[in-house]
């Protein structure tokens, strides 16, 4: 059975780096063809695709964020982690890991992790 379970922070500071990860159980994270996935919605807001890596290590990220994030993978422990760097309080959000097969939409990820809502405050 697959499973996602997402970690972090219960609260992370402006101009800090927020640190997640996301554990998969059920299915390696090296299985053809796989894509995994971190997506964030802010309160009242719609989800927004943050980027991902694929099942053979390549990386993918949303323009408007690539430049302060960043996706990685350890296959040891079947685990993906999201750093996201240099935060503001409009980073605020739920942030959910999920596995799809390729494309960012929301539609396409059929199993997800769902973390609580992650303030960025002082």
């Known amino acids: 059975q697959v499973q996602l379970q997402e970690s972090g922070p219960g609260l992370v500071k402006p101009s800090q780096t927020l640190a997640l990860s996301c554990t998969v159980s059920?299915?390696?994270?090296?299985?053809?063809?796989?894509?995994w996935s971190w997506i964030r919605q802010p309160p009242g807001k719609g989800m927004e695709w943050m980027g991902a890596?694929?099942?053979?290590?390549?990386?993918y990220y949303s323009p408007s964020l690539k430049n302060h994030t960043s996706i990685s993978r350890d296959t040891s422990k079947n685990h993906f982690s999201l750093q996201l760097r240099s935060v503001t309080p409009e980073a605020t959000a739920v942030y959910s890991c999920?596995?799809?097969?390729?494309?960012?939409?929301?539609?396409?990820?059929?199993?997800w992790g769902k973390g609580p809502l992650v303030p960025v405050s002082s």
């Open positions: 059920g299915v390696p994270l090296t299985t053809s063809y796989y894509v």
């Open positions: 999920a596995r799809g097969l390729g494309g960012p939409a929301a539609s396409g990820m059929a199993y």
């Open positions: 890596i694929a099942y053979d290590g390549s990386t």
